[in-house]
């Protein structure tokens, strides 16, 4: 497991989920599980004290990029779910290139940028 992922889940999934989605993330054959979470957050995982939702101009790829950037993300980041799943990648191709369905971990436990088909998230502790 690694610790953009484990952290991800302490952070910012309710805590009556996490046991479980950390089981999802350990084992190779249940982490599909865990990346359909990501596509549509209907079953509403995350721990909304620490989500803000974006939208319009706010949302397009530079700029959540120069958001993130402002708090502290590094240049690459941890890609879970999308075409780049379980991969360090650079954070401005990762925001423009990973279609629906994934979450950015920029600082383990701090900062993650979530985009599903439905909506765009930035987490935050």
Known sequence: MNIHEETFIRA???PARRERFLAFVADPNKREKFVRELDHLKS???DARFVTVLRGTPSLPPNVYATLR???A???CWVMGGRFDGQDRELL???TNSGDG????CI???LVYVKS???ELLLQR
Do not use: M
């Open 117 to 119: 088909e439905d909506e």
């Open 44 to 46: 509403r995982f995350l």
């Open 74 to 76: 590094p240049r690459t």
């Open 102 to 105: 994934f979450a950015l971990s």
């Open 108 to 110: 383990p436990g701090r």
């Open 93 to 95: 191709d990762a925001l």
């Open 12 to 14: 910012f999934v309710e």
């Open 70 to 72: 402002k708090q502290g």
